[in-house]
Each structure stands twice: as structure tokens, then as C-alpha cells.
């Protein structure tokens, strides 16, 4: 999926995930989770073809937020994720599907 000569929201999501798993930049309960969820999100390209469709922004931190039940610590790491994926798809060339992405509009 990551190997597509274009880049979507989705996409920019995992690359910012996998930026801070490599940053060591989650809860160190939660980095198996983290793991495991990129790993399936990065191998279910196949699934995206069939469907021709990508999770939306708010479908990805519903999964996330199942991590853990203690919101505090998770709350914390939505917050900044989510921060820095809107910094990185609000450029100009990817606002509109951007807005799409974040509203979940179809």
C-alpha cells in the first residue's frame, strides 16, 4: 500500500505512526498494539483495492482508542497523533481530499 506513487491521508496516518513508533513516541504498555495495528494496516492492501476505499481519520483513532481502557494515558497519544496528521495533510495540493478524510463524507 505504502508503495503507491501518490500519498493519501491514510497513508500520511501510517507514516506518521510508524515515524513514532520508531521515535520510541508511545506508551510502552501500548507499543505491541501499535505494532500489530500497523503491521495489519500496511498488509490489508489488498482488502483496499477490493473496496477501493481507506479508513477514515476518525475510524483509525476508534481502533486506537480500543487499546487501552485507561483513557488517560491513551487520550494523550490521539491527541498528538491527530495534531500532527492534520499538520502534515493540510497542505494546499491535499486539503480537499484532507477534509474528506477528517469528516469521513464520502
Known amino acids: 500500500m505504502l508503495h503507491i ?10 507514516l506518521v ?10 506508551p510502552e504498555d501500548l507499543i505491541s498494539k501499535f ?10 492492501e489488498d482488502s483496499v483495492r477490493e473496496t477501493c476505499s481507506e479508513p477514515t481519520l476518525n ?4 481502533e486506537i482508542r480500543s487499546f487501552s481502557e485507561n483513557d488517560g ?3 494523550a497519544t490521539i491527541i ?3 495534531k500532527e496528521v492534520k499538520r502534515y495533510t493540510l497542505s494546499p495540493c491535499t486539503l480537499k481530499l484532507t477534509r474528506i478524510y477528517l469528516d469521513g463524507n464520502y
Open 5 to 14: 506513487g501518490y500519498t493519501t491521508p491514510y497513508r500520511i496516518t501510517l
Open 17 to 26: 505512526l510508524i515515524r513514532r513508533l520508531c521515535t520510541y513516541d508511545y
Open 35 to 44: 505494532v500489530i495495528f500497523l503491521t495489519k494496516s500496511i498488509l490489508n
Open 59 to 62: 475510524q483509525v483513532i476508534k
Open 73 to 75: 494515558s491513551i487520550h
Open 80 to 82: 498528538s497523533i491527530t
